[in-house]
Every structure is written in C-alpha cells, then in structure tokens.
C-alpha cells in the first residue's frame, strides 16, 4: 500500500476537479469513527454488504462483501489496488440508481458508508463540469449535492446509513425538508459532530459542523422535531441541542422583509443573517438599501442592535453552532437592552437618532455584555 492509501488524502486530482467532485477524502481517524458508531448500535457487520457509493481510494470499504462505486476513473483505479478484497465500479451514484447496478437483490442487507461529496451545484466552479457527471434521476435532483446522495441511500433501501455529512442538512429547516423521502424512511440513532476543519484541504474556509450520523431505516422515521430535541455530542465531549436555545428569528425578520414593511417605517437598514457563520462574514447596519438588506423598524431596532453585539462575540462560539441560528435569552437580553443599543450606536454613529436616548441609561458595561454571553452560551462558551 503506498502513501496515499495509507493517509487516504485526496493527491491526484487539481484544486478545482476537488471541488466539483468534493473530493475531500475522509482521515482514517474518522473513518474508525464510523465503525465505532455501527458496532454501537450492535449490528452485525457480517450480516451486510458494505456500499460505499463514492468510494474514492475506497477508505470506508471493509470486509468481504464490500462494494465501491466512484465516477473518478483514477480514483477507482487506486480504490482497486488498496482494497482489492472489494468489488470497485466505476459509474454515477446518482443515475440510474438501482440495486441492480450494485449486483444486489432486493433481499440483500445492506449498509451504507462513506462521505459523500456536498458540494452547492450551482456554484460557478461547478458549472464547468461534464454534462455526463452532472445527470440525475429526477427524483435526486436537489440544490446540494450530498443531499442528493442521502436520497439515493433510500432508494436502494439501504437498512442503515452511516456518513459524514454537513450537520446544517438536519438542523436547518429547509434542508431537512429537501431529505424529502430520506427523513420520512430514516430515523438518525447516533450522531457525533467534529469540524470541517479535520479536513485538511478544505480548512481554508470558515469552519462549519459535520455530523458523523448513523441512520436506520425503520417506519418510526423522523420529524423536525425530532431534530431539535437530539442529543448531538461534539468530538470535544460536549452536548448540545437545538431546543436548547431561543432564536432570533422569533423576534425578527432575517431575510429582505421589503414586500411586508414600508419604507415610510424603516429607520435602518441591516444586512441579511442566515447562521452565525454568515454574520460572521457579513455586515450587520448597512447605509443604502439593497436586494441583501432587512428594514429595521423603531419597535425591532434594539434586536438588530443585539445582532451588531452578537457579531462580536463569535469568537466565543464553538464551530459546532456555526450553522445555527443566532441565539437569544430574551429577559437577560431585555434588562440589558440599553447597553446593546449603546454598544451598537457607538460603532455606528448614525443609529444615533433612531431611538430617544433619554429611554436609556448612557452606561455602557462591556463586562455586562460578556456576562450575558457567557451565561447564554453556558459550556459551550469558548475562552
Ligand atoms: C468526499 S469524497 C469521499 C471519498 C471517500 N469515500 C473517502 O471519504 O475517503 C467524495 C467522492 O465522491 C465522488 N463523486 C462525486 N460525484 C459522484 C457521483 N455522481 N457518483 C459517484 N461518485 C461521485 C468523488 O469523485 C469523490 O471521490
């Protein structure tokens, strides 16, 4: 076995093929994880054909009764020789899909493994790629790529699926609603979550949450809901989950509001906040109006303003509730509402106006702020 086997890092391919194929290759490491979480869940390893869908050097593949399958030729070509104990096919996972492609039956036990590429298909890089390697079934068609790999582990029916994947595809509403058919016929039974940034090549971005996410096909399939009251653990040994917080989409709008609020109403205008990640790159008060921009009114002014602070204190939150949506306590946030205000018209000098100061004390606590921010983030808050 050569280097590249023994590492499992992607080495032949160029910066941009890496990205259109997301061919970021799993560390061994993580790779262990995997099987630690399907040994857990005492499942019988014997009992199955492993399938890995998008093999790569074929990492994940393991046992007798393994099955790879990549569309990189080259990949295949190295996949053959490091697990040559498998059977190595080189086609499109997402086409096509059917257990008969795999030279399986329907009573086949079947677990899949791997990281699927998750990678924005309408990402300009990725306009570049071939015709061939960008056809779907239809009913795989979706906006992110590793989206369309979950969806095909169902329809081969697979009886468990074990993966990486970015963990904004179950905490994000509308992701978790594009896992259509996945979520409906899955029901995730373990889940670690660790950085993007293992990944060496892809650390150059902002770090995001991935999910090591074990899944069992069952009836008892699950809802958002299900979602928010999970115990996800970090690989750090904390546990975090969505219900715990209150959001700031409670109290305001995050996306462009122009068709619901009046210009003659707006007193600022603020940019728009997907997740903590995106606030951390974006701007918060902008002069001008754009297509980007939210209308502040006078009433939900002081919640901007909590955003401005929040911004600050990203520093402060871990990489797992980087996909998040940006948290609140309200009634901490109210008894201090004045200090936020201040903290925001001093960086933006033009807010002055909008609110009579006089409503509110001049006294602006910085360490009154970061108290707040430590007793919201609780463990989670980062030193
Ligand atoms: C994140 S890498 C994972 C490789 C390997 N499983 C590992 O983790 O070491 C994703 C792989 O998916 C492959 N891929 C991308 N689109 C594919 C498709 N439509 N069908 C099959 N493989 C595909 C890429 O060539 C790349 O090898």
Same mark, same amino acid.
């Given at each position: 076995?050569?280097?590249?086997?023994?590492?499992?890092?992607?080495?032949?391919?160029?910066?941009?093929?890496?990205?259109?194929?997301?061919?970021?290759?799993?560390?061994?490491?993580?790779?262990?994880?995997?099987?630690?979480?399907?040994?857990?869940? !005492?499942?019988? /390893?014997?009992?199955?054909?492993?399938?890995?869908? =998008?093999?790569?050097?074929? %990492?994940?593949?393991?046992? +007798? @009764?393994?099955?790879?399958?990549?569309?990189?030729?080259?990949?295949?070509?190295?996949?053959?020789?490091?697990?040559?104990? !498998?059977?190595? /096919?080189?086609?499109?996972?997402?086409?096509?899909? =059917?257990?008969?492609?795999? %030279?399986?039956?329907?009573? +086949? @036990?079947?677990?899949?493994?791997?990281?699927?590429?998750?990678?924005?298909?309408?990402?300009?890089?990725?306009?570049?790629?071939?015709?061939?390697?960008?056809?779907?079934?239809?009913?795989?068609?979706?906006?992110?790529?590793?989206?369309?790999?979950?969806?095909?582990?169902?329809?081969?029916?697979?009886?468990?699926?074990?993966?990486?994947?970015p963990l904004s595809?179950?905490i994000k509403?509308?992701?978790?609603?594009?896992?259509?058919?996945?979520?409906?016929?899955?029901?995730?039974?373990?889940?670690?979550v660790?950085s993007s940034s293992?990944?060496?090549?892809?650390?150059?971005t902002t770090s995001f949450p991935i999910?090591?996410?074990?899944?069992?096909?069952?009836?008892?399939?699950?809802?958002?809901?299900?979602?928010?009251?999970?115990?996800?653990?970090s690989?750090?040994?904390?546990?975090?989950?969505?219900?715990?917080?209150?959001?700031?989409?409670?109290?305001?709008?995050?996306?462009?509001?122009?068709?619901?609020?009046?210009?003659?109403?707006?007193?600022?205008?603020?940019?728009?906040?997907r997740d903590i990640n995106a606030l951390k790159r974006?701007?918060?008060?902008?002069?001008?109006?754009?297509?980007?921009?939210?209308?502040?009114?006078?009433?939900?002014?002081?919640?901007?303003?909590?955003?401005?602070?929040?911004?600050?204190?990203i520093p402060?939150i871990p990489y797992y509730l980087g996909n998040s949506d940006i948290?609140?306590?309200?009634?901490?946030?109210?008894?201090?509402?004045?200090?936020?205000?201040?903290?925001?018209?001093?960086?933006?000098?033009?807010?002055?106006?909008?609110?009579?100061?006089?409503?509110?004390?001049?006294?602006?606590?910085?360490?009154?702020?970061?108290?707040?921010?430590?007793?919201?983030?609780?463990?989670h808050?980062v030193?």
């Amino acid at each position: 076995m050569n280097y590249k086997t023994c590492s499992n890092e992607q080495t032949h391919l160029n910066h941009i093929d890496t990205i259109n194929l997301g061919a970021y290759y799993t560390p061994k490491w993580l790779i262990e994880i995997v099987y630690s979480l399907i040994r857990k869940a !005492a499942v019988n /390893l014997a009992d199955y054909y492993i399938l890995d869908t =998008s093999c790569g050097y074929g %990492g994940f593949l393991r046992g +007798a @009764k393994a099955i790879g399958a990549d569309i990189d030729e080259k990949a295949v070509k190295t996949a053959k020789s490091a697990a040559p104990q !498998a059977r190595i /096919l080189n086609h499109n996972s997402l086409f096509e899909v =059917s257990r008969l492609k795999y %030279g399986l039956d329907d009573k +086949a @036990k079947i677990i899949i493994v791997g990281n699927p590429p998750y990678n924005d298909v309408t990402s300009i890089i990725r306009n570049r790629i071939k015709k061939a390697e960008f056809l779907r079934d239809a009913d795989l068609i979706c906006r992110d790529l590793g989206i369309s790999f979950l969806l095909s582990y169902n329809k081969l029916e697979a009886d468990f699926v074990s993966v990486l994947h970015p963990l904004s595809y179950l905490i994000k509403r509308a992701n978790f609603e594009a896992l259509s058919q996945f979520k409906d016929n899955y029901r995730l039974i373990d889940a670690l979550v660790v950085s993007s940034s293992v990944f060496s090549a892809a650390s150059k971005t902002t770090s995001f949450p991935i999910v090591i996410a074990l899944y069992k096909r069952t009836p008892q399939a699950m809802n958002y809901e299900y979602i928010r009251c999970f115990e996800f653990k970090s690989h750090e040994g904390l546990s975090f989950s969505i219900k715990e917080h209150d959001i700031i989409s409670n109290y305001i709008s995050k996306y462009p509001n122009h068709k619901v609020v009046d210009i003659s109403e707006t007193v600022a205008h603020f940019h728009t906040m997907r997740d903590i990640n995106a606030l951390k790159r974006a701007a918060t008060f902008i002069k001008k109006e754009n297509h980007n921009t939210i209308r502040v009114t006078k009433d939900r002014f002081p919640y901007y303003c909590y955003v401005d602070v929040f911004k600050e204190y990203i520093p402060h939150i871990p990489y797992y509730l980087g996909n998040s949506d940006i948290m609140i306590d309200d009634d901490h946030f109210r008894e201090l509402k004045p200090l936020f205000i201040n903290r925001s018209i001093q960086k933006h000098p033009e807010l002055a106006g909008i609110i009579d100061l006089k409503e509110y004390s001049n006294n602006d606590n910085d360490i009154e702020i970061e108290r707040y921010f430590q007793q919201l983030l609780g463990e989670h808050y980062v030193d």
